[in-house]
Nanobody, 119 residues
């Protein structure tokens, strides 16, 4: 049974940083294409960062480029999202998911972790 458990969300001020974690079980993150998504109240869910391939080629939402970094720790079977220079527009529930490789098409989802950025 596949399980994805996110953690690391919280409340920060503009310019702050957070690192989200997604602990996986039932899959091997080094052999699975995965991504982070977010959904703000009243808005559609959007893909933020994803990777594919053993060498973890990455892709990002334009507004996340240069601020967010997706990575993984194969020994811990965990995927991370490092978020720097946060702004109020980043406020959302963040989810990790397995995806169709090189796309934002999610397949299996975690329960989410809340990120709130105040000015």
């Amino acid at each position: 049974q596949v399980q994805l458990v996110e953690s690391g969300g919280g409340s920060v001020h503009t310019g702050g940083s957070l690192r989200l974690s997604c602990a996986a079980s039932g899959i091997t993150v080094s052999r699975t294409c995965m991504a982070w998504f977010r959904q703000a109240p009243g808005k559609e869910r959007e893909g933020v960062a994803g990777y594919y391939g053993g060498d973890a080629f990455t892709y990002y939402l334009d507004s996340a480029k240069g601020r967010f970094t997706i990575s993984r720790d194969d020994a811990k079977n965990t995927v991370y999202l490092q978020m720097n220079s946060l702004v109020p527009e980043d406020t959302a529930m963040y989810y990790c998911a397995t995806v169709v490789c090189r796309t934002w098409s999610g397949k299996l989802w975690g329960q989410g972790t809340q990120v709130t950025v105040s000015s």
